[in-house]
């Protein structure tokens, strides 16, 4: 089955074809061609099926037909983060080069005087974060009495960042004759329940048990302690097996550590979390597309929405808290029928996370060793686990103490009319300046 029989135009078949896809994925199959008939979708799919050209591409076809006017835009799709929001833009530019459609996006960390120039010129397609759509709405730069098409995706991330108070106000202010698209990789109660808040009538896509993991990303633990971590990284790191990888932490401060270690190994690698500016983000995005940088080390700010083709790898360097970042994290790879692997680094302190992973995909985690490297690495953490042994074995210090010439020896010397400052000198050879100038002084 191919594209040409879901409906779609032969300007958007000819761009389809261009870019490589020749099938679709299933999503794509069961969502497209319910969307060019104008109903609300309900969709549920794992990260990595295809799920954003499952709505950008019907989108297209649909607003072909029509034109922008100023500052009253005629679609809009609504993304948790910056990262996302670039992304779908690239579909449509990639899927959309023969059709005489407008975008923008609009999110945060970028000029605001751009984007409302972009807002006067009219837009068919208006992709935004919340907050900045909101603080532009609010300012009045945009009309929304032309709207024709709300998608909503990644409802679930939405959910987890907090952004459900401003995704109601945004509902609230769009005419309710429109059609939405409703995508979420998970269904927990909470979305559930704003689904039904915002949909009428619509067809319910789901293409993966709620939190499963796809079957082309072969999945792996390895029970290190965390001082090996950075170690094991790079030797696995370094393997011709590797193309490319995501690396997840789950604290900002542990990228950079994690960033240079790759780097003195001389591996290629960025660094991606929440407090760089946009156009750092952009810039480090960009570089890892291209294959300027082999390794994204990244927080999980980047573990959802970003949809790099080929990636081989996924390394999660800490075992994520939240048991459903850990099947987003592993979406990276095995994307649109590749195949990857995913390598999770576990301490003692890890189980009750891993735990819950487990639990959650209903499968148990096979374990994943070095082989002879095991050893060489075990032993390792065997010697660095025992510094205060070794040390209080070797005596030198003491020695060192006891023969310091104590008080008492000095206040005799000295009543003894001996010199003081010669007698314990020399009992530790301790050299003066004088003839015996040390070398760094001639």
């Known amino acids: 089955m191919g594209f040409e029989v879901l409906g779609l135009g032969d300007k958007l078949l000819k761009a389809i074809n261009e870019s490589g896809y020749t099938t679709p994925t299933e999503i794509q199959k069961q969502a497209i ?17 295809g799920k954003t050209a499952a709505f950008t591409l019907p989108m297209i076809e649909v607003l072909a037909g029509g034109k922008a006017k100023a500052r009253m835009p005629r679609s809009l799709i609504l993304a948790p983060t910056r990262e996302l929001a670039i992304q779908i833009a690239d579909e449509f530019d990639k899927h959309g080069k023969y059709h005489d459609l407008s975008k923008t996006v609009l999110v945060g960390g970028t000029s605001m005087f751009d ?10 397609v208006l992709i935004v974060t919340p907050g900045r759509f909101l603080d532009l709405y609010d300012r009045g730069n945009i009309l929304l009495a032309d709207m024709k098409i709300l998608v909503i995706d990644e409802a679930d991330r939405m959910l987890d960042m907090g952004f459900i108070p401003d995704l ?84 900002k401060k542990d990228i950079s550590g994690v960033c240079r270690g790759l780097e003195k ?35 999980d700010v980047a573990a959802r929405g970003i949809d790099v083709d080929g990636v081989s790898h996924v390394f999660n360097y800490d075992v994520p808290m939240n048991a459903e970042d850990y099947v987003h994290r592993i979406g990276r790879t095995g994307r649109a029928g590749n195949t990857g692997k995913a390598y999770m680094f576990v301490t003692k302190s890890d189980t009750k996370f891993l735990d819950g992973i487990q639990d959650l995909t209903k499968q148990k985690l096979n374990e994943y060793k070095l082989g002879k490297n095991t050893s060489a690495i075990s032993n390792k953490s065997e ?49 003066g300046f004088g003839d015996d100038v040390p070398l760094f002084f001639r």
Request: include cysteine.
């Open 115 to 124: 984007q409302v120039r972009e807002l006067e010129k009219g837009v068919d």
């Open 33 to 49: 061609p319910i969307t060019l008939m104008c109903r609300d979708v309900l969709g549920i799919a794992q990260t990595g099926t």
């Open 383 to 431: 010697s660095v686990s025992k510094p205060k042994k070794e040390y209080s074995d070797n005596k030198p210090k003491k020695e060192y103490i006891d023969n310091k010439p104590k008080k008492e020896h000095l206040d005799k010397k000295s009543n003894n009319n001996q010199n003081p400052k010669q007698e314990p000198l020399a009992d530790n050879n301790v050299k």
């Open 265 to 299: 190994a001389r591996l290629n690698a960025g660094e991606m979390h929440g407090d760089m500016d946009q156009k750092s983000r952009v810039a480090t995005l960009d570089a890892f597309k291209t294959g300027e940088i082999k390794f994204l080390v990244c927080s």
């Open 168 to 251: 109601e106000r945004i509902v609230s202010l769009l005419p309710p004759l429109r059609q939405t698209l409703f995508f979420s990789a998970t269904m927990p109660d909470a979305i559930k329940k704003i689904a039904d808040k915002f949909l009428s009538n619509p067809k319910q896509i789901k293409v993966a048990r709620q939190s499963s993991t796809t079957d082309n990303v072969e999945q792996f633990i390895m029970n290190l302690h965390y001082k090996e971590k950075l170690d094991t990284l790079i030797e696995m790191a370094s393997s011709k097996e590797v193309e490319n990888a995501f690396v997840f932490c789950n604290r």
